[in-house]
């Protein structure tokens, strides 16, 4: 089973919906980040959380809201979606060592949003 | 602004060696990774470099020169596996990481 699960692996909806993409780990890491990933562009942070207790925007967060259920689980929601947040999606997980810095990331989520 | 530049794409012949180059700009520095990205995958670890120099691990090392905002992958005895996506990453004062939009790199028989 992968370290970092992401769910679902790939979503086709319409526009003004309501999506949720579900993360869970069990790396035991206390970071946890949802990226969005379009053709041509690097890899972009939506947001960040360095514990339960802490969420943080990232350079994309307009659109999107995220939820810490837990140490494990990381969700990422969009409340009306829309056909530019069609993109792959992915979560990640650290242990915030700065001296490794390693990602861990999940197959991916696909959304497309009609 | 914060900026990271690497080749689009890049054409090598199994079993030679391809360098893959990194610029960036960013406000303040905590390091330069390097990740692979097979198509439809996730990207996966390759490299960290922190100090100027060389760091080789097994057919693959990775370069970094802090003074020219450089960096470089290189990859040795191409296999045909190692065709991927190479996201170059470095890490800026606030410990966030600016990604580039990667190099594909295509390898021939």
């Known amino acids: 089973d992968a370290d970092v699960t992401q769910t679902p692996r790939n979503r086709i909806t319409k526009t003004g919906k309501r999506i949720m993409l579900e993360c869970s780990q069990t790396k035991g890491h206390d970071r946890m980040y949802w990226y969005r990933q379009d053709p041509g562009l690097g890899l972009q942070l939506i947001y960040y959380s360095f514990d339960v207790k802490d969420i943080n925007k990232g350079e994309i967060s307009d659109g999107y809201s995220v939820s810490r259920q837990a140490q494990a689980k990381f969700s990422l929601s969009l409340e009306s979606a829309i056909p530019n947040q069609t993109a792959l999606y992915f979560c990640a997980t650290s242990d915030g060592q700065v001296d490794t810095g390693e990602l861990f990331f999940g197959e991916g989520s696909r959304l497309t949003v009609l | 602004g914060q900026n990271i530049d690497q080749p689009t794409e890049m054409t090598a012949t199994e079993g030679a060696i391809v360098q893959i180059n990194c610029t960036y700009q960013t406000s303040g520095f905590n390091g330069l990774f390097w990740y692979q990205q097979h198509a439809g995958e996730a990207p996966t670890f390759l490299s960290y470099?922190?100090l100027d120099g060389l760091e080789e691990k097994g057919r693959f090392s990775s370069f970094l020169s802090r003074s020219k905002g450089y960096s470089y992958l290189l990859l040795k005895e191409l296999q045909m596996k190692d065709s991927a996506s190479y996201l170059c990453a470095a890490m800026d004062s606030n410990y966030q990481l600016i990604w580039g939009a990667g190099t594909k790199l295509i390898i021939k028989p």
């Open positions: 470099n922190v």
